[in-house]
């Protein structure tokens, strides 16, 4: 087992990152000891590549000049802010800790595609079998892809938290995250031919997705049906650790 990272580095390296991002110092606040906890129990049980990363409260706008922000979400993202069909809040980030799912998503091999090393894959096989998720006719039923919305969030990702008994909130990871992240860290999240889900809500029936290479990469969001089920859109889950109330 991999050995964890003290709060002292994790609070210098978070905090260099995020003033390279931001081009200002931004105050990290101390890494809560769930954190450590649920990264160890995932070690334990051979659930690597979920990274230690810390976020603040910031609301962003189109118009901002982010030093660190090369690639922003396309002019559809914001208009639908505009509109009402996003939440005005689907642009924040929420202070807080998270465990962030490092990998890159692999490219488009006509629904066979894996990702690499993938913990999901034992989780997404034994819920086919049983039949809480559905089967895709050209997915493999390790696979974490053709996964409807409804599917990860109401049944695969509560699985994944029973068997982790990860301490933070589990969820699949918004947009907006997608999109910091892969600025600040993962740009190869952009650079690959298919989606990712992400959990958040469009009008009252729809989720978002984006992230593929060939429509603007980390730029690139739309929404679709949270019932969907496309064998070139999977998701990546995100265990969330929110800065209590100062």
């Given at each position: 087992?991999?050995?964890l990272p003290s709060s002292e580095s994790l609070i210098r390296t978070e905090s260099k990152a995020l003033k390279r991002f931001f081009g200002k110092d931004i105050v990290v606040s101390e890494p809560p000891q769930e954190i450590f906890q649920t990264l160890d129990q995932?070690?334990?049980l051979g659930i690597a590549g979920f990274e230690p990363h810390f976020l603040p409260q910031v609301s962003l706008t189109e118009k901002d000049k982010v030093p660190g922000w090369k690639v922003k979400p396309e002019s559809w993202f914001w208009q639908q802010i505009k509109k009402g069909k996003l939440s005005k809040d689907a642009a924040t980030l929420q202070e807080g800790w998270y465990l962030v799912d490092g990998r890159k998503k692999p490219n488009y091999d006509n629904g066979q595609q894996r990702y690499e090393n993938d913990y999901l894959e034992p989780i997404m096989s034994d819920l086919r079998s049983i039949g809480r998720i559905q089967k895709h006719s050209s997915v493999l039923d390790i696979s974490r892809f053709g996964a409807s919305p409804d599917e990860i969030e109401q049944?695969?990702?509560p699985e994944f938290l029973r068997i982790t008994d990860a301490k933070g909130d589990l969820t699949n990871r918004r947009y907006i995250e997608f999109n910091i992240w892969g600025n600040m860290f993962?740009?190869?999240?952009?650079?690959?031919?298919?989606?990712?889900?992400?959990?958040?809500?469009?009008?009252?029936?729809?989720?978002?997705?984006?992230?593929?290479?060939?429509?603007?990469?980390?730029?690139?969001?739309?929404d679709g049906w949270s019932d969907d089920r496309d064998d070139s859109i999977a998701f990546c889950p995100v265990v969330r650790f929110p800065s209590k109330p100062r």
């Open positions: 087992v991999e050995p995932m070690l334990k049944v695969i990702l993962h740009p190869e999240w952009g650079q690959t031919n298919t989606w990712e889900w992400f959990t958040d809500q469009f009008e009252a029936v729809y989720r978002l997705f984006g992230g593929r290479s060939d429509y603007g990469g980390l730029a690139h969001v739309r």
